[in-house]
């Protein structure tokens, strides 16, 4: 599994490749907690998260919406998925978070240049954040 970043103006894009398609959605959460963290770590909690869609693109971009959301709400920073049940049109997903002081540097996802593609025996995804 990896992911990286891309920056562009007053855009981030993620980039993520991994050999199982769960992993995808559990990288994007990494990554997001890992661009808000902050150094203060308060109290762990988890939140569990659903999202719905046909398509895994827009599920990947709803699941990110929703932890901003948290963030954005609740000051809690994501860091890992405890668990994670993927089915054709669903996700539901235990999100390991902490309270903090995170970056409130994400305004949300664009469906600009969204992809989540199955390529080599590999899944990739890319997703465009509006910062």
């Known amino acids: ?5 891309v920056e562009h103006t007053a855009e981030l894009e993620l980039e993520i490749e991994a050999q199982r398609e769960d992993a995808v959605f ?8 890992e661009l808000l963290a902050d ?24 699941l990110l919406d929703e ?8 000051d809690l920073v994501p ?28 305004k949300g996802t664009t469906y600009h240049r969204l992809v989540f593609q199955r390529a080599d025996h590999r899944f990739r995804a890319t997703v465009v954040l509006d910062v």
């Open 39 to 62: 150094e203060s770590r308060g109290d762990r909690v988890s939140r569990e998260v659903t999202v719905e869609s046909p398509e895994r693109a827009v599920m990947l971009l709803r």
């Open 1 to 5: 599994m990896s992911y990286r970043w």
């Open 67 to 74: 932890l901003v959301y948290l963030v954005e709400t609740e």
């Open 79 to 106: 860091e890992d998925v405890e668990r994670i049940e993927l089915s054709n049109r669903r996700l539901v997903a235990t999100v390991c978070c902490y309270h903090g002081s995170p970056r409130h540097l994400v």
């Open 26 to 33: 559990v990288d994007a959460v990494r990554a997001l907690g």
